[in-house]
């Protein structure tokens, strides 16, 4: 039987409308889909406790004993009450549904199993609607009781989380223990000592104990991220042997000018670093898709440039110039790429345009051609840059700035813009925890500038709360007084849009009565582009000493004599959010500020937040701090739905080790197999067959 396929409302228990239940709120279909829906918590039920010993504040207890009355109660709601009693003392019990049912159930001649939660009614104890069953014919005595997530319209037709174990014990009884097929290679699964599938299935819902349910729940976690690990680096083998490459024979004229004339610095040795790995890859012959790393003000913006000249110094076989192009997701970051590229270019004969969505008719039409007939050598733009009316004459190189704001399908449209794939650099300034390196992006090379450019101070963070304005206000005089500029960030939420607003524009009226011998503009994503550039323009200029904005400044905006950031409500903010916009100070040489404003009252995660924001400002123990505090699943751009393969049971976060492991695991079995050829895996090709009905393949399209 295939139970990939087996229609789950054959099931006994099912039927057609519990099983379009099933599969609205829970995505269960078949008789493997009910198999994986793992309990999400289990009770000790081996333990018996003696009524006279129960108290109120106790969680749920198994008691032994007979009920000695039954009567029921009228009221403003009909209810049944007994008296339950095992020598010790004894419980009020109380059922308000199935009144007939129960009464039929119970009489004094036997003894009874119950299972619930004492909870105390004036002087006594007593306990609703508990699990019954008759001594001697218990199921769950004696067992780690399963607990299984269910909706509230999947209880109202009878799913709750006992009626889901009885249908995973008719699905056993229907099947049997050896009618559940063995996903793993059995080399795996001997080498890493692990339980068989069917095995650890009938221990992951029906427990013997605890270490049996420890070992099912290892082997079902083990699985899952070995199946990511395995797809995402045979995937890489396959590209890396399928997908041929533009061959950049020589690093070019232009990066040796560039080197000699125009670089303002000695590069850092990690900036080093990474362009000799990206070199290393445009020259093997092969498509380089690699992702770049690294914190706010690292200088991944000179990185690219060096590459994109790369690019540009090569030739394909009928000399034809390469060209290159980088992508952002807003107006402002795309205007500040150019910017800092002219400027770092200097006289050098390369033509650099900007192509975006508010490009004049007339200059779009000019670049458009320049791009066709190979004249303009690099682009940088928007979205504006995959429009049908953008043909390049030869694509060799797109990088893609903070990608995660940018969708699959986008990205697919860039790069199909080339004859051959061009090779892709994803750049983000959002460091990503390690684990999530390895399984949202681990089919991708990877490299890190893990060093900040000389000369460069750590930006200073300090936790005001909102009664210290008096001297928050002392201190930004005192910056703005030697001639330091300030920004103050105020969040704009979709939900409370109106609301926020308020405060912004209020703020704004605040800062210019507080300090009116300054100049004081403000930005948001409400003011037109026009009006946008000329508040920009007023403060990177220094006409303007203080800047109130949203989080639309979070990144783009370079104006290395802002020395402090105030962010209001930074509770609101995320981790990552707010070491963003902590990176808009600091660019200088001067020592920066980044002031983190709140309410007293705090959760004990926002707490715990504003201390990580204060203790450090590496961007890499801020992600995995995130991580830890918030979950794979809510930090911005990797998103779980950025796995290959959907998590049951497994936890990025809890299980960093194991996915750790599993990739060892993973790259062990691709070094001896490397596209998974040998009888024995057949069985992992299979799997991932059956896993990857919906899977995007992320690394041809980064």
């Known amino acids: 039987m295939d139970l990939t396929r087996k229609d789950i409302k054959y099931l006994i228990g099912v039927g057609n409308k519990r099983a379009e239940q099933l599969a609205a709120d829970m995505h269960i279909a078949t008789y493997d889909d009910m198999l994986q829906m793992y309990p999400y918590k289990y009770v000790d039920r081996s333990h018996i406790y003696a009524i006279g010993s129960l108290r109120a504040d106790m969680p749920y207890v198994q008691i032994r004993g007979r009920f000695i009355s039954l009567s029921t109660v009228e009221g403003r709601q009909k209810r049944m009450v007994a008296q339950f009693t095992d020598g010790t003392g004894s419980i009020e019990i109380v059922w308000f549904k199935g009144l007939d049912y129960i009464k039929n159930q119970i009489n004094s001649t036997d003894e009874y199993l119950l299972f619930g939660k004492p909870t105390a009614y004036g002087q006594r104890l007593n306990m609703t609607h508990p699990e019954m069953e008759k001594e001697g014919e218990a199921t769950e005595a004696g067992t780690l009781q399963p607990f299984y997530n269910t909706s509230d319209k999947m209880k109202r037709i009878g799913l709750n989380s006992k009626a889901i174990h009885k249908i995973i014990r008719n699905l056993f009884k229907e099947i049997g223990a050896q009618g559940i097929p063995e996903t793993l290679p059995q080399s795996i699964v001997e080498r890493c000592n692990l339980m068989s599938r069917s095995e650890a299935m009938m221990q992951i819902h029906f427990p013997q104990n605890v270490t049996n ?103 394909d076989v009928n000399g034809k110039r390469y060209q290159a192009c980088i992508m952002a997701p807003t107006e402002i970051l795309a205007t500040q790429h150019y910017e800092n590229l002219r400027q770092l ?3 050098m004969n390369v033509r650099v345009e900007l192509l975006t969505g508010s490009t004049k008719k007339k200059a779009r039409t000019a670049i458009l051609e320049g791009l066709a007939d190979g004249h303009v050598d690099i682009v940088v733009g928007t979205h504006a840059l995959i429009e049908d009316t953008v043909v390049f004459r030869n694509l060799g190189l797109a990088v893609v700035d903070e990608q995660h704001r940018f969708g ?42 893990d060093e900040l450019p000389p000369g460069r101070k750590p930006v200073l963070t300090e936790h005001y709360f909102h009664n210290s304005r008096n001297s928050l206000n002392r201190f930004i005089r005192s910056q703005l007084q030697e001639g330091r500029q300030c920004y103050v960030v105020y969040p704009l939420i979709e939900e409370s849009e109106k609301v926020d607003f308020r405060n912004l524009t209020e703020g704004y009226q605040y800062m210019q009565d507080a300090f009116k011998e300054y100049k004081v503009c403000m930005v948001h994503g409400k003011l037109s582009a026009e009006e946008k550039d000329r508040a920009m323009h007023e403060f990177v200029s220094g006409n303007a000493q203080i800047m109130v904005a949203t989080t639309v400044i979070e990144v783009g905006v370079n104006v290395p004599n802002a020395s402090v950031m105030i962010i209001e409500s930074a509770e609101r903010f995320g981790l990552s959010q707010l070491h963003q916009l902590r990176g808009r100070v600091g660019r200088g040489a001067d020592q920066s500020y980044c002031i983190l404003m709140t309410a007293y009252q705090l959760s004990q995660e926002t707490r715990k937040r504003m201390e990580v924001m204060v203790g450090t400002t590496d961007g890499f123990e801020i992600a995995e701090a995130d991580m830890r505090l918030r979950g794979p699943g809510n930090i911005e751009g990797t998103q779980q739905s950025g796995l290959p393969f959907t998590l049951h049971i497994s936890d990025l976060v809890k299980d960093a080790q194991v996915v750790q492991y599993t990739r060892e695991k993973a790259q062990e079995l691709l070094a001896a197999d490397p596209f998974l050829q040998s009888a024995e895996n057949a069985i992992a090709v299979q799997r991932l067959s059956q896993l990857a009905t919906e899977n995007v393949n992320w690394s041809k399209i980064s």
């Open 213 to 315: 349910l420890e070992r099912a729940r290892y082997r079902f976690k083990f699985e899952e991220l070995f199946y990511i690990q395995l797809s995402l680096l045979r995937n890489r083998n396959i590209n890396r042997t399928r997908q041929a490459g533009l061959v950049f024979h020589k690093a070019g004229s232009y990066i040796n000018q560039f080197y000699k004339e125009c670089l303002p610095f000695e590069p850092t040795g990690a900036q080093k670093r990474v362009v000799k790995e990206m070199m290393a890859d445009m020259s093997s012959g092969r498509q380089m898709n690699r992702l770049l790393q690294g914190d706010v003000g690292s200088g991944k913006t000179l990185v690219a440039l060096m590459v994109m000249l790369i690019a540009i110094g090569n030739t």
């Open 408 to 449: 699959v399908a986008q990205r697919a449209r860039l790069w199909k813009k080339a004859v051959l794939p061009p090779h892709i650099l994803v750049m983000t300034a959002t460091p990503i925890p390690r684990t999530l390196a390895m399984t949202v992006y681990g089919d991708l090379d990877v490299s890190v500038i």
């Open 345 to 347: 270019l200097g006289q």
